[in-house]
């Protein structure tokens, strides 16, 4: 039976990114996916970059800052590898609020200097401009796909791992409904699926969010994304707009409902009256995957060769590039550049 270095379970922007950077260190890499690669909860991301606010729960700001200041050299090495481009935005973000706390960059606009940066925004409360980016999540997950396989990364689609297989205690690969592949190093990168994977509990839930997309109005209409209590929204350079989303703990339930998706749409529009006179492309729900504390589980399990890489809530596309380093360097031995103890999978572990 063929084996490889390191088996991959989920082939959402975490696994792939994994993937890519244990190609670069010369592992050998399959990634075994349930459905189609990259079309869960990185399909559905909105894709803003927000490298630490005042909502950045403390042990995660440092890594969402180094994180964030990846992105550049992370998305120039997926396009140069893919061909294809991923639209990162580096515009900003206006953050309508009534005071930004922790956001040492985040600058004071007055109605005057917004009115210059968005003419099209409607608001009359305080509004902070802040260095953030944006990303295409679909775009990016493409780029990383293909960059994958340009790496020579093995990947088998539409075969639900069943079972992690264990051998003179320690991982020997995995199970699904048609075969077994073999590997000593196995990673969990299920996402909300990630709970479902025997023996090792790791406590993933999904957490649902609606989100739509308008077009029909000028492409520049907005340059930088914007975020308010009640929505956000994030321009494409494509000229669609995104709104959204909603955070909900209604288990795998990915179902859009029409009242909310109009809310979100009226909402966009009170912010931008402009929106008026577009349409809603798109409506769709992901499910994010969520744990216990809200903070990701990256590092090694109980069970020699076993890893897990999951639970990033809203942030799987910002922590991508700085996961992807961790758990390669776990992976292989190594100590991490920054302190993963805080994200154990055996913290909850009694």
Known sequence: MKSWDVIIVGAGIIGLSLSFELRKRGASVLIVERGEPARESSHAAAGMLVGASAETLPPLRSLAAASAAMYPEFVHELQDES????DLRQHGTIHVADNIEDMGDAEPLDHAALLELEPALKINR???LIKESSVDPRALCAAALKAAFHRGVTVTSGNEVQELLVSDGRVSGVRTQSTTYASHTVVNCAGCWAAQLPPFKIPTRPIKGQMLSLVGHSKDLLRHAVRASQIYLVPRSDGRMLAGATVED???????VPETIQHMHRAAIDLVPALSHSRILEDWAGLRPGTPDRLPILGPTSIPGYFAA????????LLAPISAKIMAAVISGQAPEYDISAFSPMRFQL
Do not use: E, M, N
């Not at 061909?83 to 991923?86: A, I, Q, R, V």
């Not at 209604?250 to 859009?256: A, N, P």
């Not at 999951?310 to 596309?317: A, E, M, N, S, V």
């Open 250 to 256: 209604v288990g795998y339930d990915k179902h859009t």
């Open 83 to 86: 061909g294809l481009k991923c």
């Open 126 to 128: 305080p509004a902070f």
């Open 310 to 317: 999951t639970g990033h809530l809203r942030d799987g596309i």
